[in-house]
Protein backbone atom coordinates (compact mmCIF):
# COMPACT_ATOMS: atom_id res chain seq x y z
CA UNK A 1 0.00 0.00 0.00
CA UNK A 2 1.08 3.46 -0.97
CA UNK A 3 1.86 6.11 1.38
CA UNK A 4 -0.93 8.28 -0.25
CA UNK A 5 -3.41 5.82 0.18
CA UNK A 6 -2.78 4.88 3.77
CA UNK A 7 -2.82 8.46 4.93
CA UNK A 8 -6.06 8.76 2.62
CA UNK A 9 -7.31 5.65 5.05
CA UNK A 10 -6.24 7.14 7.71
CA UNK A 11 -8.06 10.34 7.23
CA UNK A 12 -11.34 8.33 6.70
CA UNK A 13 -11.19 6.42 9.23
CA UNK A 14 -10.47 9.62 12.03
CA UNK A 15 -13.46 11.13 9.83
CA UNK A 16 -15.89 7.79 10.50
CA UNK A 17 -14.50 7.88 14.34
CA UNK A 18 -15.60 11.46 14.69
CA UNK A 19 -18.84 11.07 13.30
CA UNK A 20 -19.60 8.52 15.56
CA UNK A 21 -18.62 10.37 18.35
CA UNK A 22 -20.78 12.95 17.88
CA UNK A 23 -23.76 10.39 17.43
CA UNK A 24 -22.35 8.69 21.21
CA UNK A 25 -22.49 12.01 23.06
CA UNK A 26 -25.89 12.87 21.24
CA UNK A 27 -27.40 10.04 22.16
CA UNK A 28 -25.58 10.29 25.88
CA UNK A 29 -26.80 13.47 26.35
CA UNK A 30 -28.34 14.65 30.39
CA UNK A 31 -31.71 13.09 30.42
CA UNK A 32 -34.53 15.36 31.34
CA UNK A 33 -37.17 15.04 34.08
CA UNK A 34 -40.29 16.60 33.73
CA UNK A 35 -41.98 15.51 36.85
CA UNK A 36 -40.12 13.84 39.45
CA UNK A 37 -41.25 10.52 41.20
CA UNK A 38 -43.71 11.75 44.26
CA UNK A 39 -41.74 10.14 46.53
CA UNK A 40 -38.76 11.73 45.61
CA UNK A 41 -40.92 15.12 45.78
CA UNK A 42 -41.90 14.53 49.37
CA UNK A 43 -38.50 13.84 50.59
CA UNK A 44 -37.43 17.08 49.14
CA UNK A 45 -39.63 18.68 51.05
CA UNK A 46 -38.05 17.18 54.16
CA UNK A 47 -35.11 19.93 54.72
CA UNK A 48 -33.93 20.87 57.82
CA UNK A 49 -33.11 24.17 59.36
CA UNK A 50 -30.94 25.94 61.66
CA UNK A 51 -32.81 27.26 64.51
CA UNK A 52 -32.56 30.67 63.35
CA UNK A 53 -33.66 30.14 60.35
CA UNK A 54 -30.51 30.16 58.49
CA UNK A 55 -28.83 27.68 56.59
CA UNK A 56 -29.25 23.90 57.44
CA UNK A 57 -29.50 20.58 55.35
CA UNK A 58 -30.81 19.20 52.39
CA UNK A 59 -32.57 15.42 52.86
CA UNK A 60 -30.86 12.21 51.99
CA UNK A 61 -32.19 11.56 48.56
CA UNK A 62 -30.75 15.03 47.12
CA UNK A 63 -27.17 13.88 47.36
CA UNK A 64 -28.14 10.56 45.84
CA UNK A 65 -30.08 12.28 43.12
CA UNK A 66 -26.45 14.02 42.51
CA UNK A 67 -27.39 17.68 43.53
CA UNK A 68 -29.00 18.51 39.91
CA UNK A 69 -30.40 21.51 41.02
CA UNK A 70 -27.28 23.39 41.41
CA UNK A 71 -24.98 21.65 38.86
CA UNK A 72 -27.40 20.41 35.71
CA UNK A 73 -27.94 23.19 32.46
CA UNK A 74 -31.07 22.02 32.20
CA UNK A 75 -32.67 22.59 35.45
CA UNK A 76 -30.82 25.99 35.95
CA UNK A 77 -32.72 27.14 32.62
CA UNK A 78 -35.60 26.02 33.63
CA UNK A 79 -35.12 27.84 36.95
CA UNK A 80 -34.37 30.74 34.82
CA UNK A 81 -37.92 30.48 33.14
CA UNK A 82 -39.66 30.44 36.76
CA UNK A 83 -37.79 33.79 37.17
CA UNK A 84 -39.01 35.39 35.00
CA UNK A 85 -42.71 33.13 35.02
CA UNK A 86 -42.92 34.20 38.71
CA UNK A 87 -42.33 38.09 38.61
CA UNK A 88 -39.11 37.29 40.86
CA UNK A 89 -38.02 40.27 38.24
CA UNK A 90 -40.33 42.52 39.93
CA UNK A 91 -38.97 42.90 43.23
CA UNK A 92 -35.66 41.64 42.42
CA UNK A 93 -34.74 42.68 39.01
CA UNK A 94 -32.15 40.95 36.92
CA UNK A 95 -30.59 40.09 40.35
CA UNK A 96 -29.38 43.45 41.25
CA UNK A 97 -32.48 43.77 43.31
CA UNK A 98 -35.36 46.36 43.27
CA UNK A 99 -37.23 46.76 46.48
CA UNK A 100 -36.12 43.27 47.24
CA UNK A 101 -32.86 42.63 48.26
CA UNK A 102 -29.62 42.16 45.69
CA UNK A 103 -28.00 38.55 45.09
CA UNK A 104 -25.45 39.94 43.47
CA UNK A 105 -23.95 42.08 46.37
CA UNK A 106 -22.23 39.03 47.78
CA UNK A 107 -24.29 39.36 51.41
CA UNK A 108 -27.48 36.72 51.78
CA UNK A 109 -29.29 37.93 54.43
CA UNK A 110 -30.06 34.04 55.28
CA UNK A 111 -26.83 32.76 54.22
CA UNK A 112 -26.28 31.45 50.55
CA UNK A 113 -26.96 27.76 51.08
CA UNK A 114 -29.48 26.15 48.86
CA UNK A 115 -31.72 24.85 51.51
CA UNK A 116 -32.04 28.98 52.69
CA UNK A 117 -32.45 29.87 49.59
CA UNK A 118 -35.38 27.08 49.06
CA UNK A 119 -36.95 27.96 52.55
CA UNK A 120 -37.23 31.36 51.47
CA UNK A 121 -38.79 30.96 48.46
CA UNK A 122 -41.14 28.40 50.01
CA UNK A 123 -42.22 29.90 53.22
CA UNK A 124 -41.55 33.40 53.05
CA UNK A 125 -39.40 35.93 54.89
CA UNK A 126 -40.51 38.78 56.70
CA UNK A 127 -40.20 42.41 55.47
CA UNK A 128 -42.03 41.16 52.07
CA UNK A 129 -41.25 37.73 50.29
CA UNK A 130 -44.15 35.80 50.04
CA UNK A 131 -44.32 32.24 50.43
CA UNK A 132 -44.71 30.42 47.05
CA UNK A 133 -45.31 26.97 48.22
CA UNK A 134 -48.89 26.73 46.96
CA UNK A 135 -47.96 28.26 43.60
CA UNK A 136 -45.14 26.02 42.55
CA UNK A 137 -44.40 22.43 42.91
CA UNK A 138 -41.14 21.37 45.11
CA UNK A 139 -38.99 20.62 42.51
CA UNK A 140 -39.50 23.95 41.08
CA UNK A 141 -38.88 25.64 43.67
CA UNK A 142 -35.35 23.69 44.08
CA UNK A 143 -34.74 24.95 40.24
CA UNK A 144 -35.45 28.41 41.00
CA UNK A 145 -33.21 28.62 43.97
CA UNK A 146 -30.30 27.00 42.11
CA UNK A 147 -30.63 29.62 39.26
CA UNK A 148 -30.55 32.58 42.31
CA UNK A 149 -27.95 30.78 43.97
CA UNK A 150 -26.03 30.76 40.60
CA UNK A 151 -27.01 34.17 39.80
CA UNK A 152 -25.04 35.43 43.05
CA UNK A 153 -22.27 33.02 42.35
CA UNK A 154 -18.73 33.55 43.70
CA UNK A 155 -16.98 31.68 41.03
CA UNK A 156 -17.45 30.42 36.99
CA UNK A 157 -19.12 27.35 36.23
CA UNK A 158 -19.03 25.19 33.15
CA UNK A 159 -23.06 25.00 33.86
CA UNK A 160 -24.78 27.72 32.23
CA UNK A 161 -28.83 28.63 32.14
CA UNK A 162 -30.30 29.46 28.74
CA UNK A 163 -29.29 32.81 27.06
CA UNK A 164 -31.14 35.99 27.23
CA UNK A 165 -32.79 36.66 24.09
CA UNK A 166 -33.13 40.36 25.60
CA UNK A 167 -30.58 42.72 26.18
CA UNK A 168 -29.28 42.59 29.64
CA UNK A 169 -26.57 44.78 31.98
CA UNK A 170 -24.73 42.31 33.48
CA UNK A 171 -23.03 39.33 32.28
CA UNK A 172 -24.20 35.73 32.26
CA UNK A 173 -25.15 33.82 35.30
CA UNK A 174 -22.17 31.77 35.15
CA UNK A 175 -19.42 34.15 34.29
CA UNK A 176 -19.28 35.07 38.44
CA UNK A 177 -21.54 38.47 37.71
CA UNK A 178 -21.06 38.58 41.74
CA UNK A 179 -17.40 38.52 41.89
CA UNK A 180 -17.61 41.11 39.54
CA UNK A 181 -19.19 43.42 41.41
CA UNK A 182 -17.53 42.65 44.58
CA UNK A 183 -14.47 44.32 43.28
CA UNK A 184 -15.88 47.52 41.96
CA UNK A 185 -16.08 49.72 45.37
CA UNK A 186 -15.60 49.87 49.07
CA UNK A 187 -17.67 47.84 50.63
CA UNK A 188 -21.05 49.34 52.15
CA UNK A 189 -22.03 48.59 55.44
CA UNK A 190 -24.30 45.37 55.34
CA UNK A 191 -27.30 44.61 57.49
CA UNK A 192 -27.51 41.61 60.06
CA UNK A 193 -28.16 38.19 58.84
CA UNK A 194 -31.19 36.44 60.00
CA UNK A 195 -35.15 37.12 60.28
CA UNK A 196 -34.19 40.56 63.01
CA UNK A 197 -33.37 42.44 60.57
CA UNK B 1 -47.78 -9.90 -8.12
CA UNK B 2 -45.46 -6.77 -9.60
CA UNK B 3 -48.71 -5.22 -11.04
CA UNK B 4 -50.13 -4.87 -7.48
CA UNK B 5 -46.78 -3.46 -5.86
CA UNK B 6 -47.10 -0.41 -8.44
CA UNK B 7 -50.87 -0.25 -7.56
CA UNK B 8 -49.93 -0.34 -3.65
CA UNK B 9 -47.20 2.38 -4.04
CA UNK B 10 -49.44 4.58 -6.65
CA UNK B 11 -52.76 4.51 -4.29
CA UNK B 12 -50.26 5.06 -1.37
CA UNK B 13 -48.46 7.90 -2.58
CA UNK B 14 -51.53 9.90 -4.32
CA UNK B 15 -53.24 9.16 -0.91
CA UNK B 16 -50.95 11.55 0.79
CA UNK B 17 -52.03 14.64 -1.88
CA UNK B 18 -55.74 14.74 0.01
CA UNK B 19 -57.31 15.36 3.47
CA UNK B 20 -57.55 18.58 5.04
CA UNK B 21 -53.69 19.78 4.90
CA UNK B 22 -52.64 19.66 1.39
CA UNK B 23 -51.56 22.22 -1.46
CA UNK B 24 -52.97 19.82 -4.15
CA UNK B 25 -56.40 19.59 -2.03
CA UNK B 26 -57.28 23.24 -2.92
CA UNK B 27 -60.51 24.70 -1.93
CA UNK B 28 -59.39 28.18 -1.88
CA UNK B 29 -58.53 31.12 -4.81
CA UNK B 30 -55.33 31.84 -3.63
CA UNK B 31 -54.39 28.32 -3.21
CA UNK B 32 -56.07 27.48 -6.67
CA UNK B 33 -54.25 29.72 -8.31
CA UNK B 34 -50.76 28.13 -7.11
CA UNK B 35 -51.96 24.68 -7.82
CA UNK B 36 -52.75 26.08 -11.35
CA UNK B 37 -49.48 27.63 -11.68
CA UNK B 38 -47.11 24.66 -10.01
CA UNK B 39 -49.11 22.07 -12.98
CA UNK B 40 -48.38 24.30 -16.02
CA UNK B 41 -44.85 24.52 -14.31
CA UNK B 42 -44.77 20.98 -13.90
CA UNK B 43 -46.23 19.93 -16.75
CA UNK B 44 -43.93 22.41 -19.24
CA UNK B 45 -41.20 21.36 -17.16
CA UNK B 46 -41.65 18.01 -17.93
CA UNK B 47 -41.94 18.28 -21.60
CA UNK B 48 -38.77 20.41 -22.30
CA UNK B 49 -37.09 17.43 -19.95
CA UNK B 50 -38.57 14.63 -21.87
CA UNK B 51 -37.79 16.51 -25.69
CA UNK B 52 -33.86 17.21 -24.14
CA UNK B 53 -33.73 13.46 -23.07
CA UNK B 54 -35.02 12.52 -26.43
CA UNK B 55 -32.56 14.53 -28.39
CA UNK B 56 -29.29 13.56 -26.02
CA UNK B 57 -30.62 9.73 -26.78
CA UNK B 58 -31.39 9.71 -30.99
CA UNK B 59 -27.65 12.25 -30.68
CA UNK B 60 -25.83 9.11 -28.52
CA UNK B 61 -27.75 6.58 -30.74
CA UNK B 62 -27.59 7.98 -34.09
CA UNK B 63 -25.38 6.79 -37.32
CA UNK B 64 -22.03 9.71 -37.46
CA UNK B 65 -21.00 10.44 -40.36
CA UNK B 66 -18.41 13.51 -40.82
CA UNK B 67 -19.50 15.78 -43.27
CA UNK B 68 -18.42 19.49 -43.54
CA UNK B 69 -20.34 20.99 -46.15
CA UNK B 70 -22.17 24.27 -45.94
CA UNK B 71 -25.76 22.59 -45.76
CA UNK B 72 -24.87 20.61 -42.69
CA UNK B 73 -23.85 24.21 -40.79
CA UNK B 74 -26.71 25.69 -42.06
CA UNK B 75 -29.07 22.97 -39.99
CA UNK B 76 -26.76 23.38 -36.97
CA UNK B 77 -27.11 26.88 -37.12
CA UNK B 78 -30.99 26.97 -37.28
CA UNK B 79 -30.62 24.10 -34.81
CA UNK B 80 -28.91 26.12 -31.96
CA UNK B 81 -30.49 29.86 -32.62
CA UNK B 82 -34.37 27.91 -32.42
CA UNK B 83 -33.08 26.05 -29.28
CA UNK B 84 -32.23 29.78 -27.63
CA UNK B 85 -35.27 31.49 -28.88
CA UNK B 86 -37.76 28.26 -27.45
CA UNK B 87 -35.66 28.62 -24.16
CA UNK B 88 -36.29 32.81 -23.73
CA UNK B 89 -40.04 32.09 -24.40
CA UNK B 90 -40.35 29.51 -22.37
CA UNK B 91 -38.27 31.26 -19.66
CA UNK B 92 -40.11 34.92 -20.28
CA UNK B 93 -43.58 32.68 -20.54
CA UNK B 94 -43.33 31.10 -16.98
CA UNK B 95 -42.12 34.28 -15.62
CA UNK B 96 -45.25 36.51 -16.19
CA UNK B 97 -47.62 33.78 -15.48
CA UNK B 98 -45.58 33.36 -12.04
CA UNK B 99 -45.75 37.33 -11.80
CA UNK B 100 -49.78 37.57 -12.69
CA UNK B 101 -50.50 34.70 -9.97
CA UNK B 102 -48.31 36.57 -7.65
CA UNK B 103 -50.15 39.91 -8.27
CA UNK B 104 -53.55 38.08 -8.01
CA UNK B 105 -52.87 36.44 -4.51
CA UNK B 106 -53.07 39.66 -2.69
CA UNK B 107 -56.09 41.39 -3.91
CA UNK B 108 -58.72 41.60 -1.19
CA UNK B 109 -61.94 42.57 -1.24
CA UNK B 110 -62.78 45.97 0.63
CA UNK B 111 -65.47 44.69 2.57
CA UNK B 112 -62.96 41.55 3.67
CA UNK B 113 -62.98 40.03 7.16
CA UNK B 114 -59.97 41.38 9.28
CA UNK B 115 -58.32 39.28 11.94
CA UNK B 116 -54.56 39.93 13.56
CA UNK B 117 -52.66 36.77 13.52
CA UNK B 118 -50.17 36.74 16.40
CA UNK B 119 -47.54 33.82 16.59
CA UNK B 120 -46.04 32.64 19.85
CA UNK B 121 -44.18 30.17 21.03
CA UNK B 122 -46.14 27.64 20.31
CA UNK B 123 -49.47 28.80 19.49
CA UNK B 124 -51.77 31.25 17.52
CA UNK B 125 -53.62 33.94 18.63
CA UNK B 126 -56.40 35.44 16.63
CA UNK B 127 -58.07 38.62 17.66
CA UNK B 128 -61.43 39.61 15.58
CA UNK B 129 -61.98 43.41 15.49
CA UNK B 130 -65.22 45.18 16.23
CA UNK B 131 -64.12 47.83 13.78
CA UNK B 132 -60.37 49.42 12.80
CA UNK B 133 -58.97 49.60 16.17
CA UNK B 134 -61.59 47.93 18.49
CA UNK B 135 -60.53 44.57 19.51
CA UNK B 136 -63.53 42.61 19.93
CA UNK B 137 -62.61 39.14 21.19
CA UNK B 138 -59.52 36.60 21.13
CA UNK B 139 -59.18 32.85 20.37
CA UNK B 140 -56.36 30.51 20.18
CA UNK B 141 -55.51 28.14 17.24
CA UNK B 142 -58.88 28.20 15.82
CA UNK B 143 -60.00 30.69 12.97
CA UNK B 144 -63.54 30.47 12.45
CA UNK B 145 -64.12 32.73 8.72
CA UNK B 146 -67.06 32.82 6.05
CA UNK B 147 -67.61 31.12 3.28
CA UNK B 148 -66.96 33.18 -0.16
CA UNK B 149 -65.95 36.18 1.57
CA UNK B 150 -62.52 37.18 1.78
CA UNK B 151 -60.46 37.54 4.84
CA UNK B 152 -57.50 39.43 5.48
CA UNK B 153 -54.79 38.16 7.92
CA UNK B 154 -52.50 40.74 9.49
CA UNK B 155 -49.51 38.55 10.68
CA UNK B 156 -47.63 39.63 13.84
CA UNK B 157 -45.23 37.91 15.49
CA UNK B 158 -44.62 38.16 19.83
CA UNK B 159 -41.10 36.53 19.81
CA UNK B 160 -39.59 34.58 17.01
CA UNK B 161 -40.46 34.25 13.21
CA UNK B 162 -43.32 32.05 12.44
CA UNK B 163 -45.18 30.77 8.97
CA UNK B 164 -48.42 30.83 8.55
CA UNK B 165 -49.66 28.41 6.24
CA UNK B 166 -52.97 26.51 5.50
CA UNK B 167 -51.76 24.81 2.38
CA UNK B 168 -55.23 24.00 1.31
CA UNK B 169 -56.46 27.98 1.29
CA UNK B 170 -53.37 30.33 0.38
CA UNK B 171 -49.66 30.00 0.30
CA UNK B 172 -47.41 30.13 3.46
CA UNK B 173 -46.22 33.97 4.54
CA UNK B 174 -44.02 34.11 7.56
CA UNK B 175 -45.00 36.04 10.79
CA UNK B 176 -41.86 38.64 11.76
CA UNK B 177 -41.58 40.03 14.91
CA UNK B 178 -41.84 43.83 14.41
CA UNK B 179 -43.61 44.38 11.55
CA UNK B 180 -46.79 43.57 10.29
CA UNK B 181 -47.43 41.01 7.10
CA UNK B 182 -50.94 41.23 4.98
CA UNK B 183 -51.98 37.60 3.92
CA UNK B 184 -55.34 37.24 2.14
CA UNK B 185 -57.32 33.86 2.07
CA UNK B 186 -60.97 33.17 1.05
CA UNK B 187 -62.70 30.00 1.08
CA UNK B 188 -64.62 28.57 -1.70
CA UNK B 189 -66.56 25.44 0.34
CA UNK B 190 -67.33 25.21 4.15
CA UNK B 191 -64.62 22.70 5.78
CA UNK B 192 -61.95 22.35 8.24
CA UNK B 193 -58.53 23.22 6.87
CA UNK B 194 -55.31 22.05 8.85
CA UNK B 195 -52.67 24.96 9.38
CA UNK B 196 -49.01 24.44 10.33
CA UNK B 197 -46.39 26.58 11.64
CA UNK B 198 -43.86 26.68 8.44
CA UNK B 199 -40.69 28.38 9.62
CA UNK B 200 -38.57 26.43 12.69
CA UNK B 201 -39.71 28.56 15.54
CA UNK B 202 -38.15 26.28 18.60
CA UNK B 203 -38.66 22.96 20.53
CA UNK B 204 -42.50 22.88 20.08
CA UNK B 205 -42.82 23.97 16.38
CA UNK B 206 -43.96 20.61 15.18
CA UNK B 207 -46.98 21.31 17.78
CA UNK B 208 -47.95 24.55 16.56
CA UNK B 209 -50.75 23.41 14.86
CA UNK B 210 -53.74 25.61 13.91
CA UNK B 211 -57.39 24.76 12.42
CA UNK B 212 -59.15 26.69 9.91
CA UNK B 213 -63.06 26.50 9.80
CA UNK B 214 -64.71 27.70 7.19
CA UNK B 215 -68.83 27.75 7.79
CA UNK B 216 -71.65 29.29 5.98
CA UNK B 217 -72.75 33.19 6.70
CA UNK B 218 -75.23 32.19 9.41
CA UNK B 219 -72.81 29.47 10.91
CA UNK B 220 -70.38 32.08 11.08
CA UNK B 221 -72.18 34.67 12.26
CA UNK B 222 -73.46 32.93 15.32
CA UNK B 223 -70.27 31.34 16.13
CA UNK B 224 -69.22 35.26 16.12
CA UNK B 225 -71.79 36.55 18.33
CA UNK B 226 -71.40 33.10 20.92
CA UNK B 227 -67.36 34.36 21.01
CA UNK B 228 -68.28 37.83 21.68
CA UNK B 229 -70.16 36.99 24.57
CA UNK B 230 -68.54 36.95 28.10
CA UNK B 231 -68.09 33.41 29.79
CA UNK B 232 -70.78 31.14 30.50
CA UNK B 233 -71.65 31.06 34.15
CA UNK B 234 -70.99 27.42 35.53
CA UNK B 235 -74.08 25.83 36.55
CA UNK B 236 -73.01 22.77 38.44
CA UNK B 237 -71.41 23.08 41.72
CA UNK B 238 -68.34 21.62 40.69
CA UNK B 239 -67.66 23.97 37.65
CA UNK B 240 -68.44 26.85 39.93
CA UNK B 241 -65.66 25.63 42.77
CA UNK B 242 -63.10 25.51 39.62
CA UNK B 243 -64.18 28.77 38.69
CA UNK B 244 -63.01 29.88 42.55
CA UNK B 245 -59.53 27.96 41.99
CA UNK B 246 -59.07 29.04 38.58
CA UNK B 247 -59.13 32.98 39.51
CA UNK B 248 -57.81 32.32 43.06
CA UNK B 249 -54.91 30.30 42.12
CA UNK B 250 -52.44 31.27 39.47
CA UNK B 251 -53.81 30.67 36.10
CA UNK B 252 -55.98 33.71 36.23
CA UNK B 253 -52.02 35.41 35.93
CA UNK B 254 -51.83 34.50 32.52
CA UNK B 255 -55.13 33.26 30.95
CA UNK B 256 -58.03 35.42 30.45
CA UNK B 257 -62.41 34.70 31.01
CA UNK B 258 -63.71 37.45 29.92
CA UNK B 259 -66.94 38.05 32.43
CA UNK B 260 -64.67 36.94 35.65
CA UNK B 261 -61.50 38.58 37.43
CA UNK B 262 -58.91 36.36 35.26
CA UNK B 263 -57.06 39.15 32.99
CA UNK B 264 -53.37 37.60 32.23
CA UNK B 265 -52.41 37.93 28.67
CA UNK B 266 -49.40 35.78 28.14
CA UNK B 267 -51.43 32.72 27.76
CA UNK B 268 -54.40 31.78 25.47
CA UNK B 269 -57.58 33.65 26.31
CA UNK B 270 -59.62 30.65 27.57
CA UNK B 271 -63.28 32.63 27.30
CA UNK B 272 -64.99 30.01 25.19
CA UNK B 273 -62.17 27.41 25.85
CA UNK B 274 -64.75 24.49 25.48
CA UNK B 275 -66.22 24.88 22.19
CA UNK B 276 -62.91 24.92 20.76
CA UNK B 277 -61.70 21.31 19.52
CA UNK B 278 -58.45 21.45 19.96
CA UNK B 279 -56.40 22.22 23.01
CA UNK B 280 -52.44 22.75 23.09
CA UNK B 281 -51.98 23.87 19.62
CA UNK B 282 -53.49 20.70 17.82
CA UNK B 283 -52.07 18.89 20.45
CA UNK B 284 -55.31 16.85 22.12
CA UNK B 285 -58.98 17.14 21.56
CA UNK B 286 -60.49 19.20 23.95
CA UNK B 287 -62.06 16.70 26.62
CA UNK B 288 -62.43 17.14 29.78
CA UNK B 289 -60.07 14.36 30.33
CA UNK B 290 -57.34 16.61 27.99
CA UNK B 291 -57.88 19.38 29.66
CA UNK B 292 -56.93 17.85 33.12
CA UNK B 293 -53.80 15.95 32.09
CA UNK B 294 -52.68 19.30 30.14
CA UNK B 295 -52.99 21.18 34.05
CA UNK B 296 -51.30 18.60 35.71
CA UNK B 297 -48.60 18.03 33.21
CA UNK B 298 -47.94 20.44 30.82
CA UNK B 299 -44.21 20.05 30.63
CA UNK B 300 -44.63 16.79 29.62
CA UNK B 301 -47.07 17.05 27.25
CA UNK B 302 -45.14 19.73 25.82
CA UNK B 303 -41.82 19.64 27.12
CA UNK B 304 -40.51 23.62 26.70
CA UNK B 305 -43.75 25.21 26.81
CA UNK B 306 -44.67 28.38 28.77
CA UNK B 307 -46.98 26.76 31.35
CA UNK B 308 -45.30 25.93 34.74
CA UNK B 309 -46.95 23.12 36.36
CA UNK B 310 -49.15 24.75 38.96
CA UNK B 311 -49.80 22.37 42.06
CA UNK B 312 -53.50 21.28 42.73
CA UNK B 313 -55.10 19.15 44.35
CA UNK B 314 -56.72 16.29 42.89
CA UNK B 315 -60.44 17.95 43.78
CA UNK B 316 -59.20 21.30 42.50
CA UNK B 317 -58.17 19.65 39.21
CA UNK B 318 -61.13 18.30 38.78
CA UNK B 319 -63.20 21.48 39.47
CA UNK B 320 -60.93 23.02 36.92
CA UNK B 321 -61.25 20.72 34.18
CA UNK B 322 -64.93 20.53 34.92
CA UNK B 323 -65.50 24.59 34.96
CA UNK B 324 -63.00 25.04 31.78
CA UNK B 325 -64.96 22.17 29.90
CA UNK B 326 -68.23 23.71 30.59
CA UNK B 327 -66.86 27.22 28.88
CA UNK B 328 -68.73 26.89 25.28
Not at chain 1, 139 to 154: F, N
Not at chain 2, 86 to 98: C, K, N
Not at chain 2, 150 to 156: G, N
Not at chain 2, 292 to 311: E, F, R, S, Y
Request: charged residues 20%.
Amino acid sequence: MTSAKSVKLAVGLAGICLFFIAVFIGWARQPRQFRVDPPIAAALEQFRLMPNAISGTPAEVYFAMGKPYESTAFDLSQGKRLYAWFGCSQCHGDGTGKTGPSFLDGWWLYGPSMVSIVASIRDGRPHGMPAFKDEMTIDEIWQLAGYVKSVGAYSTSSKAPSRNDDKTDRPAENRAPAAILFNEGPVLPRPDQGPSR
Amino acid sequence: MIKALIIAVLVVSVAGCSGNQSALDVHGQSAVALKQLIVIMVIACAIIWLLVSGFLVWAVARRREVRDDEVTKRKMTVGVQSAAIATVIIVAGLTMISFYTTRLLNSAADDAVVVTVKGQQWWWQFVYKQDQNQALFQTANELHIPVGRDVRLELESIDVIHSFWVPSLAGKLDLIPGRKNILTMRADRPGIYRGQCAEFCGLQHSHMALMVIAEEKADYERWRMSQAAPAREPTSDEALAGKDVFTARQCAACHTIRGTPAVGTSGPDLTHVGARQMIGAGLLETTRGSLAAWIADPQTLKPGNNMPLVPLTSDELRQVSAYLEGLK
